[in-house]
């Protein structure tokens, strides 16, 4: 449960990347915001070389032209069984579990506990959700929450952000 090892690192999107809300405009159209300073920190997590992922049970183009924009190594999309597809593209890299870390809100997140040894979570997430991670962030979902995940770990990893900030090209 350590993030010290962490080599991939995966996310949910609603709850997580977002504040949870879903906004429905009168022709049907979904609306997601994202917060920009989670943008920042998953570029620092590719600068440590730290892969990352999206897992989402939700299928959107707002989501694929998002992370596509961050340069995410894997976005997969639609998927309900979230520890399966942690699992599957743990073994295309051939990663052990302790290199692997997911971030969840809910209990269909809780699936990849048996392929990451890594697991946070924000603070709004149920209580059974909480008592499973191995860090909890202070932020919630869609107001920094991942960026401040993105800083424990690579803080842990020993790396210092600010330093890892001055090498990203622009």
Same mark, same amino acid.
């Given at each position: 449960?350590?993030?010290? @090892?962490?080599?991939?690192?995966?996310?949910? /999107?609603? &709850? /997580?990347? @977002?504040?949870?809300?879903?906004?429905?405009?009168?022709?049907?159209?979904? !609306? +997601?915001?994202?917060? @920009? #300073?989670?943008? !920042?920190?998953?570029? #620092?997590?590719? +600068?440590?070389?730290?892969?990352?992922?999206?897992?989402? &049970? *939700?299928?959107?183009?707002?989501? =694929? *032209?998002?992370?596509? =924009?961050?340069?995410?190594?894997?976005?997969?999309?639609?998927?309900?069984?979230?520890?399966?597809?942690?699992?599957? !593209?743990?073994?295309?890299?051939?990663? +052990?579990?302790?290199? /692997?870390?997911?971030?969840?809100?809910?209990?269909?997140? !809780?699936? @990849?506990?048996?392929?990451?040894?890594?697991?946070?979570?924000?603070?709004?997430?149920?209580?059974?959700?909480?008592?499973?991670?191995?860090?909890?962030?202070? +932020?919630?979902? &869609?107001?920094?929450?991942?960026? =401040?995940?993105? =800083?424990?770990?690579?803080?842990?990893?020993?790396?210092?952000?600010?330093?890892?900030?001055?090498?990203?090209?622009?």
């Amino acid at each position: 449960m350590s993030a010290k @090892t962490v080599q991939l690192m995966a996310f949910d /999107v609603d &709850g /997580v990347f @977002t504040d949870g809300t879903l906004y429905y405009g009168i022709e049907g159209d979904a !609306l +997601k915001a994202f917060n @920009t #300073l989670d943008g !920042l920190g998953l570029k #620092l997590l590719q +600068k440590a070389g730290i892969k990352i992922a999206i897992i989402t &049970g *939700r299928q959107s183009p707002m989501v =694929e *032209r998002r992370f596509s =924009e961050l340069g995410f190594d894997f976005i997969i999309q639609g998927r309900e069984d979230k520890g399966h597809a942690l699992k599957y !593209l743990a073994d295309q890299l051939s990663l +052990k579990n302790q290199e /692997v870390g997911y971030m969840g809100d809910d209990f269909p997140d !809780l699936t @990849t506990l048996d392929s990451a040894d890594f697991f946070a979570t924000v603070p709004n997430a149920p209580a059974q959700v909480q008592e499973a991670a191995s860090f909890v962030t202070v +932020k919630s979902g &869609g107001h920094g929450a991942v960026r =401040e995940l993105c =800083e424990f770990l690579l803080q842990s990893q020993g790396y210092d952000p600010l330093g890892l900030y001055r090498w990203v090209p622009s």
